[in-house]
C-alpha cells in the first residue's frame, strides 16, 4: 500500500515568543556572495530582513505597497509616479528619499553591476526624484504592468552612493538590522525596533549555510538549526523531517515551477511536431505523483501557476499513442536522447526519471545524464537539447512572460521564438485596459501550451523543513515574512 | 647521518618542486577559458580579454609558471578567482581546521592502532586476534561516508551529544569547533586504524618469528619485555610507511568527511573550490597536500632512523615497500 | 593453477564473496525481481513485504533489483580501472627497476611527485571537467594509482634482478624486454596479484564515495553509492534502501580484502615451495 | 643418570603439523649432559639438531609438540615448568648461544642493554663493570666501547662473543651452542671454539654442540651423536665415533669432508696447453664506489685448467667473476679470451656488447641454488634458453638436447618437466651445471658453488664438475671461501684479500709452503675430523695489516706472493 505522506499543509501559528533567536540554515549562493541585492550572487535570505522594495507582490500575485503607498500612470502607460511612505529612515539613521529609489534602479540598470533585472527593466527611460517623497519613471515603450517590474528581489532600496559598501553592510530600511555576515559563512541580523510597518516578533536571527543539503537537514534533526531556508526538501527527507520528533515540515504551495525545455534551436526540438509529441507523450498528473508525491499542481505545459490572476485555466490533452503517430509520421520513431539533470535542486532527477519512464509509452528513449550541480547551469543549460530545470514563481505574468519566453530574452532557456506571442505581449503592455489585458496574457499562454518549446510539467510545494518550535512561517513573493515569523512560547 | 638528512631533504624539495609543476601545468590544460568562465556565457569577447589580461593569462606560460612558483614559495598564492580574497588566508584557515580534527585523530588513531596490532599480532590465532582482525577488516571495508552518517544517526540525531555539523563556516569560534571534532576525528581514526593495525600485527608476526625475539625469550625474559623491548622497536619500521600514508591522506584533507560534517576544513573548500573552478585556491590545495605528503615521509625517514640504528650508518637505505594504503580515498 | 583445497577459510570465504559478487552483477537482469529503474509512485518508500523484500525507495523503485544490479558500474569501472594501473604500473615499476640509475631516480621522483598531489583533488577535478562517462572515470582511477602500483612493483622487482637466474639471462646477452618477460614478471606475479586484489578493493570503494559526492554515476542507474546517497536520510524510516547496499558493498570489500590476505600469504610462501606453477 | 649428570633426554620424539598430517622431526632421541664435559650434535642440514637442542630449554616452535619421551634438567620436566620457573631455567639454568649471532642479537639495542637486560632477568647485578668484565671474559677488544655499540656496529666473530658472552653472564649450569660458527670465516671460527673450550673448563659447565661440520665437532667435543632424519645414527666417545665408525652414514660424512691435510693433491701439469684466459692488472670499481673492490688482479688459466680464487667475504671474488662475465666494468686492466680457433676476444666489455661467441664461451654458475634458478619456470625450459639464444639447437633438436644434458649431469631426462622447487639443493646445482654447459662454453665460473649444500652432496657436485672438465676439456674458474674444498679440484689456487691477490700458486705448493701469512692462518685455523686439538689461531690478532703498494712477487715454480710484512723473508 501507499504510505501516506502526510505533510502539514501549512506551519504552525500562534503567538510568538518575545525576544527570541531563530537560527536558520541557507545554502549559500558562492562564496563570492553579497548583500547588494541587484547582484546576481545575492545572500537572497538576508535581503528580506534588511530592505524593503518599492512595491511587492501578495499571496495572489498582485503588486501592493512596501516603501511606496501609492502610484499612478499617465494615460498610455509611459509615466509613472510613485508616492513613498514618509518618515522612513535607513538602519543608519538617514531618511530614505526618493533620491534613494532612483540610485537603486540606476545602480541596477549600470551594466557593471550586471544585475539580473536589469534586462526586464531596460524600458526605463530616466528616473527623476520629483520632490522628497515622490520618484517618476519615464518608460520608452508602454507598458502597464510596470510597478510588478519593480517587485523583483533584485529592487530592494539600497541608501544613495552606498554601492561600494553594500554588499556587507547591509544597511536598509528593513525589520532587521545587520550584526554580522561573512560570505558563504555565518552571519546575524538584530531586530530593527523603529521599524515602519511594526516590530518583528524575532529579536534576532542567525544565518548559517551549509552547502550538502543532507547536512543540512543532519542539522536540523540534531537541532542545532530551526529553518532550512530556501531548501525544497525531497519526498524522502521530507517523510522523515515530518516524522522526526521536534521537526515538522511546512509547505510553500506551488513554489517551485518545474520546466523541461526542449532546445528549439537544436536538431531534435526545432520542429514543432517533434516538441507536441513530447508534450501529449506524458502525464503531468503521473509525475506529480511519482516525482512529488503530489506535493504541487500539475502544470499541462503552462507556465503561469494557478495562483495568477492571469491564469489561463485548460487542460490540454494526454495521448500517448497520438504521440508516438506524430513521431512516426515525421519518421522520429522510437527517438531517443539524452535528458539532462543534476543534484541542484532535489527534485529534477525525480522529474526527469518520472518524465522518462511516461514516454516510454510512446516509444521514446530518454538516457537520463547527471552532470554535477555546478556545471548544470553553465554547461548543459541553454546549450542542450532537453533538460530539466526551474524557476521560483512568485513573478508577476508580465516579467515571467516576457523574461522567460520572449524572443531573444537571456532567460529564454528554450530559445523559443515566435512573433505572434512577441507581438501579443506588447499589445498587453500597452494595453491599459485590465480585462482586455488579461485576456491576452492568456491568449499568449495558450500559444505556449501549443507551440512552446518549454515544458511545464508541474508546479512544486516547497516542502521547507523546520523545528516544531517555529510559528507563523511563510512564504511567498521571495520574501519569507520576517514580521510574524516566531517561535512558540515556552 | 647529517648528510643522509640532508640527501632526503634535497630530494623532498624536488618531489615537492614536481608536483607544484604538474599541478601548475595540468591546471593550464583543463579545457575551457577560465576568463569565460567566470563572465559566463553572455559575456562580450572585449569583457572576456580584459578579463584575461587581468588575470594575466595572455603572458606566456613558463612566466606565469615562474611567477607563481615565485609566490608560492613565500606563501602567497594570489586572489581567489570566486571571493577575491587572499588564498593564503582562506587556505591557513581551513588547514588550521582541519588540523584541529586531524592531530587527535592521528595521535589516537595511531597509538591506539600500534597498540591494538601489537597486541593482535602477539596473541596469534586466539579469539583476541581474530576480533581484533575482523574488526579491522570490516573497518576497512566500510567507507568513510557511511561510518560518518551512521555515527551522526547515533549521536547527534537520536542522541544529541555532538553537533552534526558545523554551522559557523570558515569564520567557526573554537569553542564551537571543538564539540564538533569529535564524530569527525571518530570517523578518521576508524578508516585509518584498520591499516596500521593490520600491518602493525603482521610486522609484530614477523618480528616475533625472528631469531633474536626466540633469543630474547630464551634468555628467560617475560614475553611482555620480548614483546615491547625486542620486538616492538623494529617491528614498527614496516609500518612507518603505511602510517605516513594514511596521515599524508589524512591531512591532505579528508573531502567525504568534511563534506558530510560541514566541516570548514581543506577537503571542504577542496570540493566547494572544484564546484566553482576558483583554480588558484585548488592549485594552492594541492602544493600545500603535497607538502604534507612530503614533510609526513620526511618524518617517517626520520623516525626509521631513529628507530633503526642500522639504517643510520649504512648509507643504502633499504626500502621497505609494502605499502597498506595509498590515497584511497 | 591454486588449488582451492589449500586456500584458508577466509581466503576462501574471500573468493566466494567477489565470486559471488561478480555472479550476480553478471546474471543481474535475469536475477533482479523488479526493473531496477521502474518508478511506481503508489508505492514509494514502503517496508519489505511479499512482492518488495527489501521494500520500495523514493520513487517506488524495488530495493531488491536495485541492490542486485548496484554493483555493476562499480565492478566494470573497479576491474577496468585495476587492470590499467596494475598493467601499466607494472610496466613503468619493473622498467624503473630493470635500468637502475637515473631512470630509476627520475622515476622514482615523477612517480613521488605525482603521489604527492592528492588522488581525489585530481579525481574532481578530472571528472567535473570531462564529465563521468565510463572511460573518464577508468582513466582517472587508473592515473592516480599507477604511481602506487609503481612503487610496489618496482620494490618486489629489485631483489629478482639480482639472482641468479636474472645475472645468467643479462650474461647470455638477453634483452631487457625479454629478461623482464620471461624472468621477473613470473615472479612478482604474486605480488601483482595481491596487489591488484587490494588495489580493487580500493577502488570500488573509491568508485562508491565518488557516487556518493555526486561525481560517479549517473541516475537512475542502480549503484550502491548512489543509493546510499539518495536513501540515507531515509535510513530511519525505510532503513532497507541505505541498508542493503551498504551491506553488499561491505561484503564485496571484505572479500577482496579477505581474498587479497590469502592470496598474499599463499602465493607468498605456499606457492613456490610446492612447485606448483 | 650419574651425579654429574646435569641433563638428561629420554626417548624424545617431536613432531609439528602439516596439513592434515603430522611430521616427525625426532624420534626416540636418548643422551645425558654431564658437567665439565661437551657433546657434539652431527647431521645434515634439517635433520632435527636445533629441534632436540633447544628443548632443553623448553622450546618448541610453534605448530611442534613432544609426542614422546622426556627432558629433564636437574631433575625438573622442563616441559611441565609452570612460566615463572621455565623464565629461571631459561638463561639461568640453560643458556642458548643461537645459529647466526647476525640474527640472534636484536638489532634495536645497544649491546649493554642487551647484555644488562640477561642479568637483570636472573636478579644478578648488572653494573657496567659487569658488562665489562663480560666481554672481557669472551677476550672482545676494549669493551667499554662496545657496551654502548649496536650490533651491527660488529664484525660476525665479535657478535658471536657477545652471544656467549650473554650465554655465560648467569653462570649457566648447561651452554647450548646451536652452529656457533657456522656463519663464520675459518680463522674466526677457531678463536670462537677456542673459546668455548675455555669458558667450559673455567665455568665448569656441560656443553652441547650443534653442528653439521665433523670438524667442528671432533675439535671440541668429547662425546658425538650423529643424527639423520630425527633419528640417532651413532652416540659415542668422538675419538671412537670418528676413528671406528660403525654405521655407513658415519663414514660417508667422515669421508665427504673436505680436509686440508692428508688427502692427495692432483697434480696434472700440462704445461704445453694453451692460455685461455689472461687477466693483467685488472682494477674493478663498482659505481660511485670511492674504493676499488678489485685492484690488480692477474690471473691466467690454460685449457683444461681449473683455478681456484679463495678468499674470505668480501675479498672480490666474485667481483672477479663478474667482471669476467661481462656484468660488472673494468676500470682498468686488460682481460682476453682465446676460443679454440686461436682467435683473441677483449674479455673487458659488458655483457651485452659482447659477441655472442665470447657470451657463449664465458659460462657462471652460482653460488645460491635456490636463487640461480627461475622458481616460476621448468627445469627443462632453463637449460633450453640458452641452447636457444645461442642457437645450439633447433626447435626439434631442443628436447633431446635437454635431455642429454639433463643425463650429462646425473639427472634423469624426467626433470626437465619439474620446477626447481621439487628439487633438492644438489639436484639444483646441477640443473645450474647443465645450463652453463648448454652454452659449449670454454671458460666456466663457478662462484661458490657448493657453499649452501651439505657435505656429502658438496662432494659429488665437485666430483661432477671434475669429470666434466675432464671430459670436454673446460677450464673453470672455480671461487670459494673454504681452502679445504678447493683441494681437491683446483690445479692452481689465488688467495685473495681485500680485493688483492696475497698469494697464487699452484695447489700443491700452496698447501706445502704457504708463504704469505694470510695464507697460513687460513690453513692452520682449519678444523677437520679427526683432528681433537683445537688450532691455536685467535682471529683478533690475525689481523694482518697490509701494505697497498706491495707488489707480488715471483718465487718461482709460478708462485707468486705479495711482499706484505715481510711475507718473504721469514720463513
Ligand atoms: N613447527 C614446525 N613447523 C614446520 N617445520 C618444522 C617445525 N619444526 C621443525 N620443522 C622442520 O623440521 C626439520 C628439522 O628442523 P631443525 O631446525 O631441527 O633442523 P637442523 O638439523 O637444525 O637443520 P639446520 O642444520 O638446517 O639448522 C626442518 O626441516 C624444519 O623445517
Ligand atoms: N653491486 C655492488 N655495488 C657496490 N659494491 C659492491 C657490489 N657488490 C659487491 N660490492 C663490494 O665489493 C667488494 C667485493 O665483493 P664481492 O661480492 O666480490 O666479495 P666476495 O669475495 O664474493 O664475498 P662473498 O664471499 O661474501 O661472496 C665488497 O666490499 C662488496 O661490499
Ligand atoms: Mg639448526
Ligand atoms: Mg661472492
Redesign the pocket.
Known amino acids: 500500500g501507499a504510505p501516506a505522506l502526510t505533510l502539514p499543509e501549512r506551519a504552525a501559528t500562534g503567538t510568538a515568543q518575545r525576544g527570541a533567536t531563530l537560527r536558520i540554515a541557507r545554502p549559500a549562493a558562492s562564496a563570492a556572495e553579497t548583500l547588494d541585492p541587484a547582484s546576481s550572487l545575492s545572500a537572497y535570505e538576508y535581503l528580506g530582513a534588511l530592505y524593503n522594495r518599492v512595491v511587492r507582490l501578495d499571496r495572489d500575485g498582485e503588486t501592493v505597497p512596501d516603501l511606496a503607498t501609492d502610484w499612478s500612470s499617465n494615460a498610455d502607460a509611459t509615466v509613472w509616479d510613485f508616492q513613498l511612505r514618509a518618515g522612513i529612515r535607513f538602519h543608519d539613521g538617514r531618511p530614505l528619499t526618493s533620491r534613494d529609489v532612483r540610485y537603486t534602479f540606476r545602480h541596477i540598470l549600470d551594466p557593471d553591476v550586471a544585475s539580473p533585472q536589469a534586462g526586464a527593466l531596460d524600458l526605463i527611460d530616466d528616473i527623476v526624484a520629483v520632490d522628497e517623497t515622490t520618484v517618476r519613471f519615464a518608460l520608452s515603450t508602454p507598458n502597464a504592468e510596470f510597478p510588478s517590474l519593480l517587485t523583483a528581489y533584485q529592487c530592494y532600496v539600497i541608501p544613495e552612493d552606498s554601492a561600494d559598501e553594500i554588499g556587507h553592510t547591509g544597511i536598509g530600511t528593513g525589520p532587521f538590522i545587520l550584526e554580522h555576515y561573512t560570505p558563504a559563512g555565518a552571519g546575524a541580523v538584530r531586530v530593527n525596533e523603529d521599524y515602519f510597518d511594526g516590530r518583528a516578533a524575532l529579536d534576532r536571527i542567525e544565518f548559517s549555510s551549509i552547502q550538502d543539503t543532507s547536512a543540512r537537514v543532519n542539522a536540523l534533526l540534531a537541532r542545532q538549526v530551526d529553518l532550512l531556508s530556501q531548501t525544497n526538501l525531497d519526498n524522502p527527507t521530507a517523510r522523515v523531517v515530518a516524522n522526526s520528533a521536534g521537526t515538522t515540515v511546512a509547505r510553500v504551495a506551488n513554489a517551485q515551477w518545474y520546466t523541461i525545455p526542449m532546445l528549439a534551436t537544436s536538431e531534435e526540438f526545432a520542429d514543432p511536431q517533434m516538441r507536441q509529441a513530447m508534450k501529449l507523450a506524458y502525464d503531468p498528473n503521473a509525475i506529480l505523483s511519482t516525482a512529488l508525491q503530489g506535493t504541487g499542481t500539475p502544470g499541462w505545459d503552462n507556465p503561469v501557476p494557478p495562483e495568477l490572476k492571469a491564469w489561463l485555466d485548460t487542460e490540454r490533452e494526454y495521448d500517448p499513442e497520438k504521440a508516438r503517430g506524430i513521431l512516426r509520421s515525421i519518421g522520429r520513431e522510437n527517438f531517443s536522447t539524452r535528458i539532462y539533470t543534476s543534484a541542484y535542486e532535489p527534485n529534477f532527477t525525480a522529474i526527469a526519471t518520472a518524465y522518462a519512464s511516461q514516454v516510454r509509452e510512446a516509444g521514446i528513449d530518454l538516457r537520463i545524464t547527471n552532470v554535477a550541480a555546478d556545471s548544470y547551469y553553465t554547461q548543459v543549460w541553454m546549450s542542450e537539447p532537453l533538460m530539466v530545470s526551474y524557476w521560483f514563481t512568485g513573478r508577476p505574468v508580465d516579467q515571467l512572460l516576457n523574461q522567460i519566453f520572449r524572443t531573444g530574452s537571456s532567460y529564454n532557456e528554450s530559445a523559443w521564438s515566435n512573433e505572434q506571442f512577441d507581438q501579443l505581449l506588447d499589445a498587453a503592455r500597452a494595453d491599459t485596459n485590465d480585462t482586455t489585458r488579461r485576456q491576452k496574457y492568456q491568449d499568449a499562454q495558450q500559444l505556449i501550451i501549443d507551440d512552446g518549446a518549454d515544458m511545464t510539467p508541474v508546479f512544486g510545494d516547497r516542502l521547507v523543513g523546520l523545528s516544531e518550535n517555529v510559528v507563523n512561517y511563510d512564504e511567498y513573493g521571495f520574501e519569507m515574512d520576517y514580521l510574524s515569523l516566531g517561535l512558540k512560547e515556552a | 647521518m647529517a648528510r643522509l638528512i640532508g640527501t632526503r631533504l634535497a630530494t623532498s624539495v624536488i618531489t615537492l618542486f614536481l608536483a607544484a609543476f604538474f599541478v601548475f601545468f595540468a591546471v593550464q590544460a583543463l579545457p575551457g577559458d577560465v576568463a569565460q568562465q567566470l563572465l559566463g556565457q553572455n559575456a562580450t569577447e572585449e569583457a572576456v580579454a580584459t578579463m584575461r589580461e587581468q588575470l594575466g593569462l595572455d603572458a606566456n606560460v613558463w612566466v606565469r609558471f615562474a611567477e607563481w612558483l615565485g609566490g608560492a614559495v613565500t606563501g602567497d598564492f594570489g586572489t581567489s578567482l570566486v571571493s577575491g580574497e587572499s588564498v593564503s588566508g582562506t587556505l591557513w584557515t581551513a588547514f588550521s581546521h582541519t588540523l584541529l580534527i586531524a592531530v587527535p585523530a592521528i595521535v589516537v588513531g595511531i597509538g591506539l592502532s600500534l597498540v591494538l596490532g601489537v597486541w593482535a599480532g602477539s596473541r596469534r590465532g586466539t579469539s583476541t586476534d581474530s576480533g581484533i582482525s575482523l574488526i579491522a577488516l570490516v573497518a576497512m571495508s566500510i567507507p568513510e561516508f557511511v561510518v560518518a552518517t551512521v555515527l551522526i544517526l547515533l549521536f547527534a540525531i537520536i542522541a544529541p551529544i555532538f553537533p552534526a555539523v558545523v554551522l559557523g563556516g570558515p569564520d567557526a569560534s573554537l569553542s564551537e569547533l571543538l564539540p564538533a571534532i569529535v564524530l569527525p576525528a571518530i570517523t578518521l581514526v576508524i578508516a585509518m586504524a584498520a591499516y596500521i593495525i593490520r600491518a602493525m600485527r603482521s610486522s609484530t608476526i614477523d618480528g616475533l618469528a625472528t631469531e633474536y625475539a626466540t633469543t630474547a625469550e630464551l634468555k628467560g625474559l617475560t614475553r611482555r619485555r620480548v614483546l615491547w623491548r625486542h620486538v616492538a622497536p623494529s617491528a614498527i619500521l614496516p609500518v612507518l610507511p603505511v602510517i605516513s600514508i594514511n596521515v599524508a591522506w589524512l591531512l591532505g584533507g579528508v573531502v567525504v568527511v568534511e563534506s558530510v560534517f560541514n566541516y570548514p576544513g581543506l577537503g571542504k573548500l577542496m570540493i566547494d573550490s572544484v564546484s566553482t573552478r576558483d583554480l588558484p585556491i585548488l592549485q594552492a590545495i594541492a602544493v600545500l597536500s603535497a607538502l604534507v605528503y612530503v614533510t609526513v615521509n620526511l618524518i617517517a625517514d626520520l623516525l626509521a632512523l631513529a628507530a633503526d640504528p642500522r639504517q643510520r650508518t649504512l648509507h643504502s637505505s633499504r626500502r621497505r615497500s609494502r605499502p597498506a594504503k595509498e590515497a584511497s580515498a | 593453477m591454486i588449488r582451492l583445497r589449500d586456500l584458508t577459510v577466509g581466503t576462501r570465504i574471500g573468493l566466494s564473496l567477489v565470486g559471488l559478487t561478480i555472479l550476480i552483477a553478471i546474471l543481474a537482469p535475469w536475477l533482479a525481481p523488479y526493473d531496477p529503474i521502474a518508478t511506481n509512485a503508489d508505492n514509494a518508500l514502503a517496508g519489505s513485504s511479499w512482492s518488495h523484500w527489501l521494500g520500495t525507495d523514493q520513487y517506488g523503485r524495488d530495493v531488491l533489483s536495485r541492490t542486485i544490479e548496484g554493483g555493476r558500474f562499480a565492478l566494470l569501472v573497479s576491474l577496468l580501472a585495476t587492470t590499467v594501473a596494475v598493467v601499466v604500473g607494472t610496466l613503468i615499476g619493473a622498467i624503473a627497476a630493470y635500468y637502475g640509475r637515473w631512470v630509476d631516480a627520475a622515476t622514482t621522483r615523477v612517480l613521488d611527485a605525482v603521489l604527492a598531489v592528492p588522488a581525489v583533488l585530481a579525481l574532481l577535478l578530472i571528472v567535473s571537467v570531462f564529465g563521468n562517462s565510463l572511460w573518464v572515470l577508468v582513466l582517472a582511477i587508473s592515473v592516480v594509482y599507477v604511481p602506487a602500483v609503481a612503487r610496489v612493483v618496482r620494490g618486489a622487482t629489485r631483489p629478482v634482478l639480482s639472482t641468479g637466474y636474472v645475472t645468467a639471462a643479462r650474461a647470455r646477452g638477453e634483452r631487457s624486454l625479454p629478461i623482464i618477460r620471461r624472468e621477473v614478471l613470473p615472479n612478482i606475479l604474486d605480488t601483482i596479484l595481491v596487489e591488484f586484489a587490494m588495489r580493487a578493493s580500493w577502488v570500488v570503494l573509491l568508485v562508491s564515495t565518488l557516487s556518493f559526492l555526486g561525481f560517479g554515476v549517473n541516475p537512475p542507474t542502480p549503484d550502491w553509492g548512489l543509493m546510499i546517497q539518495e536513501n540515507r536520510t531515509a535510513l530511519t524510516v525505510a532503513p532497507a534502501g541505505t541498508l542493503a547496499p551498504i551491506v553488499t558493498l561491505s561484503l564485496l570489500v571484505v572479500g577482496l580484502n579477505l581474498a587479497a590476505d590469502g592470496l598474499g600469504k599463499y602465493l607468498g610462501v605456499d606457492r613456490a615451495r610446492r612447485g606448483v606453477i | 643418570m650419574t651425579s654429574s649428570t646435569v641433563a638428561a633426554v629420554r626417548g624424545l620424539c617431536v613432531s609439528y603439523d602439516a596439513g592434515d598430517q603430522r611430521v616427525t622431526v625426532a624420534e626416540d632421541i636418548d643422551f645425558e649432559l654431564t658437567r665439565g664435559r661437551t657433546l657434539g650434535l652431527v647431521g645434515e642440514s634439517g635433520s632435527g639438531k636445533s629441534t632436540v637442542a633447544r628443548t632443553l630449554l623448553g622450546h618448541l616452535r610453534d605448530g611442534s609438540r613432544v609426542d614422546a619421551g622426556t627432558v629433564t634438567v636437574f631433575e625438573d620436566d622442563v616441559f611441565a615448568l609452570a612460566s615463572a620457573p621455565l623464565r629461571q631455567l631459561r638463561g639461568g639454568t640453560v643458556a642458548l648461544v643461537a645459529q647466526n649471532a647476525g640474527h640472534a642479537l636484536t638489532p634495536s639495542m645497544r649491546i649493554g642493554a642487551q647484555l644488562r637486560e640477561t642479568l637483570d632477568a636472573h636478579g644478578l647485578p648488572s653494573g657496567d663493570d659487569r658488562l665489562v668484565e663480560l666481554l672481557d671474559l669472551v677476550r672482545l677488544p676494549s669493551p667499554n666501547a662496545l657496551i654502548d655499540r649496536y650490533p651491527h656496529e660488529l664484525s660476525g666473530g665479535q657478535q658471536q662473543r657477545v652471544a656467549i658472552a650473554m650465554a655465560v653472564a648467569t653462570d649457566p649450569k648447561i651452554l647450548v651452542l646451536d652452529e656457533p660458527t657456522t656463519a663464520l670465516d675459518v680463522i674466526t671460527q677457531a678463536a670462537v671454539l677456542a673459546l668455548v673450550n675455555e669458558l667450559r673448563e673455567r665455568l665448569g659447565m656441560a656443553v652441547l654442540i650443534v653442528s653439521h661440520d665433523l670438524g667442528v665437532v671432533s675439535a671440541v667435543a668429547d662425546d658425538v651423536l650423529v643424527m639423520r632424519l630425527g633419528r640417532e645414527v651413532e652416540h659415542g666417545p668422538t675419538q671412537e665415533v670418528l676413528s671406528r665408525p660403525r654405521e655407513d652414514y658415519t663414514r660417508e660424512l667422515i669421508a665427504a669432508a673436505p680436509r686440508v691435510h692428508g688427502v692427495d693433491i692432483l697434480v696434472r701439469e700440462d704445461p704445453d696447453a694453451d692460455v685461455v684466459v689472461r687477466c693483467r692488472d685488472v682494477d674493478i670499481r663498482?659505481?660511485r664506489?670511492p674504493k676499488l673492490?678489485?685492484s690488480g688482479f692477474d690471473v691466467e688459466i690454460l685449457r683444461g685448467e681449473t683455478v681456484a680464487v679463495v678468499?674470505?667475504?668480501?675479498?672480490?671474488?666474485?667481483?672477479?667473476a663478474s667482471a669476467l662475465a661481462g656484468l660488472a666494468d673494468v676500470e682498468r686492466g686488460e682481460a682476453a679470451l682465446w676460443s679454440s680457433d686461436g682467435a683473441r676476444h677483449d674479455l673487458l666489455g659488458a655483457a651485452a656488447r659482447r659477441p655472442v661467441d665470447v657470451r657463449r664461451s664465458v659460462q657462471l654458475i652460482f653460488?645460491n641454488a635456490d636463487l640461480a634458478l627461475n622458481p616460476r619456470r621448468t627445469i627443462g625450459d632453463a637449460i633450453a634458453r640458452p641452447l636457444k639464444v645461442f642457437g645450439r639447437a633447433s626447435r626439434a633438436e631442443m628436447p633431446a638436447a635437454v635431455d642429454r644434458l639433463l643425463t650429462e649431469v646425473g639427472l634423469g631426462p624426467e626433470f626437465a618437466r619439474r620446477v626447481p622447487a621439487q628439487l633438492s639443493g644438489g639436484q639444483r646445482q646441477r640443473v645450474g651445471i647443465a645450463r652453463a654447459l648448454a652454452a659449449e662454453p670454454t671458460l666456466l665460473i663457478a662462484d661458490?658453488i657448493t657453499t649452501a649444500l651439505d657435505v656429502s652432496v658438496q662432494a659429488e657436485v665437485l666430483a661432477l664438475l671434475d669429470h666434466l672438465r675432464a671430459n670436454r676439456g673446460l677450464s673453470c674458474l672455480f671461487?670459494s671461501?673454504d681452502l679445504a674444498v678447493v683441494r681437491s679440484v683446483a690445479d692452481r689456487i689465488v688467495v685473495?684479500k681485500d680485493?688483492r691477490i696475497v698469494e697464487s700458486a699452484p695447489t700443491a705448493v700452496l698447501f706445502e709452503q704457504p708463504r704469505h701469512p694470510y695464507t697460513r692462518s687460513l690453513l692452520e685455523a682449519v678444523v677437520e675430523p679427526g683432528h681433537t686439538e683445537l688450532p691455536g689461531s685467535d682471529a683478533d690478532h690475525r689481523a694482518t695489516t697490509l701494505d697497498p703498494d706491495a707488489p707480488l712477487v715471483d718465487v718461482g715454480n709460478g708462485h707468486r706472493v705479495r711482499d706484505d710484512e715481510g711475507a718473504l723473508t721469514t720463513r
Not at chain 4, 678468499?311 to 672477479?320: F, I, L, P, R
Open positions: 663498482y659505481p664506489a673492490a678489485v678468499g674470505e667475504s668480501g675479498s672480490g671474488k666474485s667481483t672477479v653460488q661458490e671461487i671461501h685473495m680485493g
